[in-house]
């Protein structure tokens, strides 16, 4: 049976000190399957957000935060799509000072 609890996935974020310019710094994987995700820049330095450690997929401006619902995309055909479950998001950038943070929601 489909369960249509909505549950938070654990907060992820990054130290942009610690990043190395132009390198991907990788976060922990994503325990679900997300149907929403928000990503906030929260420090003084811009920042790409790669899901496949190839690409990049999200610009962040610094102090900005970019909100991305992928249920949406599943029109018109009315599929489920979702961020696929043990995604590694990856940060790129030049190094700065503050954080970025990954929140976001999947169905239980």
Do not use: H
Not at 1 to 13: D, G, H, V
Not at 27 to 53: K, P, W
Not at 89 to 97: D, E, I, K
């Amino acid at each position: 049976m489909r369960s249509n609890r909505i549950t938070p996935m654990e907060l992820q974020f990054v130290d942009v000190s610690t990043i190395i310019a132009e390198a991907y710094t990788s976060l922990s994987a994503i325990e679900g399957a997300l149907c929403f995700i928000r990503i906030t820049n929260d420090s003084n330095t811009d920042v790409f957000i790669s899901f496949d450690g190839v690409d990049d997929n999200i610009y962040v401006k610094a102090g900005d935060a970019v909100p991305r619902y992928f249920q949406s995309n599943s029109a018109p055909t009315n599929n489920v799509s979702k961020l696929k479950k043990n995604t590694i998001p990856r940060v790129r950038g030049a190094a700065g000072v503050g954080y970025v943070y990954i929140s976001g929601w999947y169905n239980e």
